[in-house]
Structures are given as C-alpha cells and as structure tokens.
Nanobody, 121 residues
C-alpha cells in the first residue's frame, strides 16, 4: 500500500523554524518526485516546493530563500526545512508523490494526510 505520512508541524513564532518530514512506505521513493503543498483556511491549495527523483528542486516565489527541500532515499523520507517563518505560512502542509518529475498538484497520485503549521506570536 502506497503511503505518505507527514510530521513535524506545530506552533512557532514568527521568524522561527520548523522541519517537516514526509515518510514514504509501500513504494520505492527514489523513482518518485515529492511535492510539498499547503492549504490555508479559505484559500486554494498551492504548491510550495518539489524535488524530482534526480534531485532537481523548485520553490514557490513566496518561500524562496527561506525553505529548503531535500531527500534521503535510504530513509525513504523527504524533508522541508522552513526558516524565517511568517504568519502567512500558516496552513496545513501536505506531501505528495508522482513518478520522476515535478508537476502541478493534479498530477500527483499519492497524498499524505497533512500536518498543521501555525506561525503566530
């Protein structure tokens, strides 16, 4: 059974950091691209970052320079390091998988359950 499980969310003050993890099971992570998406209340889901199976990365303009995506295929885990967090980063964060290449959210066929990130003082 293909499964993704996110962890690492929580409450953090503005300017703080969190590291999200996306643990994969039931499939070979190394041939999959993993995307991170987020959805805030009342807003549409948006792409945050993605890492392809070959390690190429991309970021939304709103998080460039603050977030870093990485993967450890041996641990079957993808990470999203989030620094200099802002209140507007508050959302439920999801990871998703598709073969090889990053793409829009509709192209991902395995999704995690999400983890809440709240940035507030």
């Amino acid at each position: 059974q293909l499964q993704l499980v996110e962890s690492g969310g929580g409450l953090v003050q503005p300017g703080g950091s969190l590291r999200l993890s996306c643990a994969a099971s039931g499939f070979t992570l190394s041939v999959y691209a993993i995307g991170w998406f987020r959805q805030a209340p009342g807003k549409e889901r948006e792409g945050v970052s993605c890492i392809s199976s070959s390690g190429s990365t991309n970021y939304a303009d709103s998080v460039k320079g603050r977030f870093t995506i990485s993967r450890d295929n041996a641990k079957k885990t993808v990470y999203l390091q989030m620094n200099s967090l802002k209140p507007e980063d508050t959302a439920v964060y999801y990871c998703a998988a598709r073969l090889y290449y990053c793409s829009g959210s509709m192209e991902y066929n395995v999704w995690g359950q999400g983890t809440q990130v709240t940035v507030s003082s």
